[in-house]
């Protein structure tokens, strides 16, 4: 008897060991069965051994592995098994024996039904905390790039990396377009994302495999001159009127973000949008500071195409709220800084921004050469003076219109005074500026300005200076603007309507 | 006698199963990745992953001295499973021991865990998602990632003490 007994233990460990490594080869169905199983060949070689001698409690784990697998049916289906069993061959009282092991499985059904809901509720805590903390997460690291800049254009790529990055929201593909003309019509910033799922693949490698972290990511953004150059060449052609309704018009007014799973065939805006950057799914968030619409941000999923969820927009419109803060900000700030730095009347940058260029420039590429004219609208006294103050402004804007369309990128006009203008030429020689001054007198010349013929030459003209430091070796700015001014004043006593160079021979 | 040995037999049932099943689940994951690795012609150790998704509990840099004076050896890994009698593994723990207690640092859920090598095979079709899952488990939970997360850490929590009065470190 004895050996029999120890023989069972050693079948229930076999049994149960070679279960255990069996079900976990399967679905999680196969896996309950081969508990099922094993527990029902447990008990049966129990009764085969030992004989109906406490069958009935062996058989609690046959009906109990069925509850905890199958729940209430599969315990009731396996409590009439054995009572039925214990029936036939024991001929045992059927029902008394179905209502005990009934009432074994449900106690046991409702006691792990009990554990199943604390560890739901515990799951669901854990979820909803992670939840929240890795947007918590997000936030701090978005806010402080946030607040160290005010350049626009790095604004909006950390918000488009917060947007994208996996350690930020995790969105495939997102894209900002802002408020210009006062509102009546939004223009393609930038955009962060693939425009296919290679690239995307691709991209996602890479960071995987360097192992970014969202600082690191916004830093390799804003160092990078132009990242995802596909889509934001095709942003950048983007300029949607607000004239008629659309998608984004939608937004903007209701300001709530709006979840587009369905195309409106009927919405121009909507399907162009669909049909350039192959969108199956988006979102649009409204980005409104008080009541100021300053843009829109869009985002999708291009690449793993994971639907959007309600949660994902959730996430999402505390970062918009705060990006339209600090675009909101940004525009200010750069008002305010157009406004210190640049000359109400012409738009060309002023004095103090002549100043602050130069020292700038001295500090880092003083010893570059670089080239200098200044320009004098010539008899503007007597323009003034004949055709009124209110004229003399517009001639002056228009001239400096003509200075500013003369310049190529890098070159830098300024309003010196009265009608006085510099032009800063960066990696230039005097045959260079030289060669710039007489297109610029030119282009004045033939231009068209109100009551011209009224000036003394029977056309408005302007007389240029040039001078470059290549020519007096090392010279001092301050230097080099007398020596533009003297070659100014030369122009003006040689008849006015010329360009004069400083050749390096008469500086006093 | 027979008695004792129905309770015997209902507990070595009960305990082979519950603490022999993460053991064998984690072997089957092993086997189940080796094999499809073979057919995709994968090596899991050469599949790049982030740690983009890790969740920090506590805001980093912390001026908590169990934080700022652990030692590398103090930060420890637990796995996550479903149950014990049918588990499935749905993330990781990141703990700093300390004298009073363990104190959770940081999760990093398994769905989370993405690796874009898989994730193009499964855009491709070249696995599904339970594969998909089943392969990332393996690598989360392989010991060479394990150590990886904890340096990983270790190294959040240091750079996290050099920056601690500059403020530009984030996690929470």
Sequence with gaps: ?508 | MTGLTVICMLVIFVAVMVLSSRFFYNLELKSYTKKISKVLQLDILELSYSFDQMVYFISLPSNLAVISNARKEDVFIKCEYTSFYLPELVGIRIYIQSQQEDILLAYLPIKDFRLPKLDSLLEQGSINEAEYLKISMNKLIHPATLTEITEEVYKQLQVGKSEMYMGTKGGL
Excluded at chain 1, 132 to 153: A, C, D, G, I, P
Excluded at chain 1, 159 to 173: C, E, K, M, W
Excluded at chain 1, 181 to 189: A, H, I, S, Y
């Design chain 1, 1 to 508: 008897m004895v050996l029999e007994n120890i023989l069972v233990l050693a079948i229930t460990f076999i049994i149960v060991v070679i279960a255990t490594f069996i079900r976990f080869k399967g679905s999680e169905l196969f896996n309950k069965w081969v508990l099922v199983i094993a527990s029902f060949l447990v008990i049966e070689i129990y009764g085969l051994l030992i004989g109906s001698l406490y069958f009935g409690w062996a058989a609690l784990l046959f009906i109990g592995m069925t509850v905890i697998c199958f729940g209430l049916v599969g315990g009731l289906l396996s409590s009439a098994l054995i009572s039925l069993q214990l029936q036939l061959y024991q001929n045992e009282s059927a029902i008394y024996l179905f209502v005990s092991f009934l009432v074994f499985a449900i106690s046991l059904f409702f006691i792990s039904k009990g554990i199943r809901s604390i560890k739901f509720e515990s799951d669901r805590r854990l979820s909803s905390l992670l939840h929240n903390s890795k947007q918590l997460n997000v936030f701090r690291e978005v806010s402080l790039s946030m607040q160290q800049t005010l350049h626009l254009e790095k604004l909006l790529q950390t918000i488009l990396t917060s947007v994208t990055a996996g350690h930020g929201l995790g969105f495939n593909r997102a894209m900002i377009l802002l408020m210009e003309d006062e509102g009546k019509k939004l223009r393609g910033k930038m955009g962060t994302g693939p425009m296919t799922v290679e690239e995307g693949f691709a991209t996602w490698e890479e960071i995987s495999r360097k192992k970014y972290e969202l600082k690191e990511l916004i830093q390799i953004k804003e160092t990078e001159e132009a990242t995802d150059r596909n889509l934001n060449d095709r942003i950048k052609r983007l300029e949607i009127s607000l004239d008629q309704s659309s998608f984004l018009l939608k937004a903007l007014d209701s300001g709530t973000p709006l979840h587009i799973k369905e195309f409106d065939q009927h919405d121009k805006t909507l399907m162009e949008f669909v049909r350039e950057f192959t969108i199956i799914e988006m979102a649009v968030f409204p980005l409104i500071n008080q009541g100021n619409k300053v843009g829109v941000l869009i985002i999708d999923n291009p690449v793993n195409k994971r639907p959007i969820a309600d949660s994902d927009i959730d996430s999402v419109i505390p970062l918009a709220n705060q990006a339209a803060i600090a675009i909101h900000h940004a525009h200010l700030y750069k008002k305010i800084e157009d406004m210190a730095l640049k000359d109400g009347l012409t738009g060309l940058l002023n004095q103090r921004a002549f100043e602050s260029k130069m020292e700038e420039y001295c500090r880092t590429e003083c010893s570059e050469q670089f080239s200098l004219m200044m320009i004098d609208i010539d008899s503007f006294k007597h323009f003034n003076d004949t055709n009124g103050h209110l004229l003399g402004n517009q001639v002056l804007t228009q001239t400096a219109k003509v200075i500013n369309d003369t310049l190529a990128e890098g070159q830098f006009a300024f309003r010196f005074g009265g009608e006085e203008f510099i032009v800063l030429l960066p990696n230039s020689d005097i045959e260079y500026a030289s060669l710039l001054a007489e297109k610029i007198r030119e282009n004045v010349e033939l231009t068209n300005f109100p009551c011209g013929e009224t000036q003394p030459l029977g056309r408005l003209t302007v007389s240029i200076g040039a001078a470059s430091n290549a020519v007096r070796n090392s010279i001092q700015v301050q230097e080099l603007l007398d020596t533009a001014d003297k070659a100014l004043y030369e122009a003006k006593r040689t008849g006015r309507n010329r360009v004069v160079i400083d050749k390096g021979v008469r500086l006093s």
